[in-house]
């Protein structure tokens, strides 16, 4: 089995900033890439940071120079740094990584989701 796991979630203002925390965890072989997306109600879950195991990182055009996402090989776990925080940021932040288990199959795994509201 392999858990995903998501922390850091809360409220900040406007220009705050907010760093979210996600670690997987169990039957991991390998893992290729991790990433963020995140869903505001009413409109589509998109993509916002993904880096892959060679540390290149992609950024959608709404959070570029913004958000900053690194990850820790060693802890299996990524992070979104989350800078000058504007109201329409508020969503729900899932991580999902990118792996191959123990046994051989590979697929993506999510977390539960996470609340960012930002405050004006």
């Known amino acids: 089995q392999v858990q995903v796991v998501e922390s850091g979630g809360g409220l900040v203002q406007s220009g705050g900033s907010l760093r979210l925390s996600c670690a997987a965890s169990g039957s991991i072989g390998y893992i290729y890439r991790m990433g963020w997306y995140r869903q505001a109600p009413g409109k589509q879950r998109y993509l916002v940071a993904v880096?892959?195991?060679?540390?290149?990182?992609d950024y959608a055009d709404s959070v570029k120079g913004r958000f900053a996402i690194s990850r820790d090989n060693a802890k299996n776990t990524v992070y979104l740094q989350m800078s000058s925080s504007k109201f329409e940021d508020t969503a729900i932040y899932y991580c999902?990584?990118?792996?191959?288990?123990?046994?051989?199959?590979?697929?993506?795994?999510w977390g539960q989701g996470t609340q960012v509201t930002v405050s004006s």
């Open positions: 880096i892959t195991d060679g540390g290149n990182t």
């Open positions: 999902y990584a990118d792996l191959v288990t123990n046994y051989g199959l590979r697929g993506d795994y």
